[in-house]
């Protein structure tokens, strides 16, 4: 990992707050922008639950890569290049992590909310998943 992305995950954390994962993702209902029209369609069917006001439908509409970071308090997405945290809920409102199936290259996944809503993600590697799944179930 560079040492820019090192950073990245690290910043503004609480104190005694302890970063347990990282990897970068891309969320899905993001995924289009120069996309073929047939990427855009499986990349964004699917890529959010949740009516208005619910825990997937406050994160805000992003473009390209984030980072999500998993630590022992909260689950969130930050920007990679300037540690701005985009989004983030307690780590008591994630459920559990749900492997989907493969999009093209990229594995895809979701994260389930307390409130029944979930976000979908896409990322190089299947044991980004994995390792996601193993820390919140």
């Known amino acids: 990992m560079s040492v820019l992305r090192e950073r990245s995950t690290h910043g ?3 104190p005694g707050e302890q970063l347990l994962a990282y990897a970068s993702v891309i969320p899905a209902k993001s995924v289009g922008i120069g996309a073929s029209l047939a990427n855009r369609v499986v990349n964004t069917v699917g890529a ?3 009516k208005a006001g ?3 439908a406050g994160m805000p509409r992003t473009h390209g890569a984030l980072l999500m970071r998993v630590t022992d308090q909260r689950v969130g997405l930050v920007e990679p290049l300037d540690v701005t945290p985009v989004w983030e809920v307690s780590r008591a409102w994630v459920t559990r992590v749900e492997r989907r199936p493969r999009t093209q290259l990229m594995a895809r996944f979701r994260l389930h909310y307390a409130d029944g809503s979930w976000l979908a993600f896409l ?3 299947r044991r980004t998943i994995e390792q996601f799944r193993s820390l919140i179930g």
């Open 48 to 50: 959010q639950s949740g």
């Open 54 to 56: 619910s825990i997937a």
């Open 12 to 14: 503004q954390l609480a």
């Open 123 to 125: 990322t190089m590697r």
